[in-house]
């Protein structure tokens, strides 16, 4: 399956073309279901079948709002600023952190991080007719919205930030690891989960050497033994301070 975002030249780029897999996805969903048929009752006779018909109607419509120029570059100032999130939610309140070498380093869940994300792209999005417009309504606007996020989630991985090989996360601040599995919100609740989170460590004037490079390691490792003690209940009371702080 092609990706909707790459990594090039250490950024992220929204490549402006979607696969349909998603949508296929979504089109067998209850939702999507009763969104397609709702159009289709009203839709003329076609010789495919009006459900099909609407089907492949829906899919133009969203690869041509995917491909819109002004959706591309807001998507890839979304994604751009997907980044500087990272920094300011490394400042809220209650999230874990220890020092290392004068230097914060904060664990910001993917739940905090994705959730702030999608808020902005579906602000964003929705103030662009093309979108805003698609004939499948806000079931498959949502769609769209949340498969990109997943699409720019695995492409940061790929990424493999490290320590040694860290991300620019915006203003003083960058990442410098990933946990893909770490489960920080129930997963019986509504919405995706989300799992996982980055370290995000804060930059000084002074250079991060090799020494504090090794520290940063070893302090990333003890942050995962202990976080494995939180409670469920623990972990979701500390997303909650953190989103009323952030």
Known sequence: MA???????GRAVYRGRISRPPFVEWADTAEGRA??????????FSLLGRTRSTRRRLWRQLVAAA???AVIAAIQREIDGYFT???????AEGLPRVGVELRRLVVVPCAL???ATYRSIVRRLNSEPV??????????RDAFVLRLIHEIDQT???????????LAAGGEWITVGLNRAFVWRPPLL???????HHYVLELRRQPVTRAIRKAVAASISRLEASLESLSPVERQETLHRAERRA
């Open 67 to 69: 491909s819109d120029h």
């Open 113 to 115: 991080l994705n959730g």
């Open 35 to 44: 969104a397609i048929d709702a159009l289709a009752a009203r839709a003329k």
């Open 3 to 9: 990706e909707w975002v790459r990594w090039s030249r």
């Open 131 to 140: 979108f805003a417009d698609l004939e499948g309504g806000e079931g498959l």
């Open 156 to 166: 940061v991985a790929t990424a493999l930030p490290s320590p040694k090989r860290p």
């Open 190 to 196: 509504q919405g995706p989960s989300w799992t996982g």
């Open 85 to 91: 999130l990272h920094a300011d939610l490394a400042c």
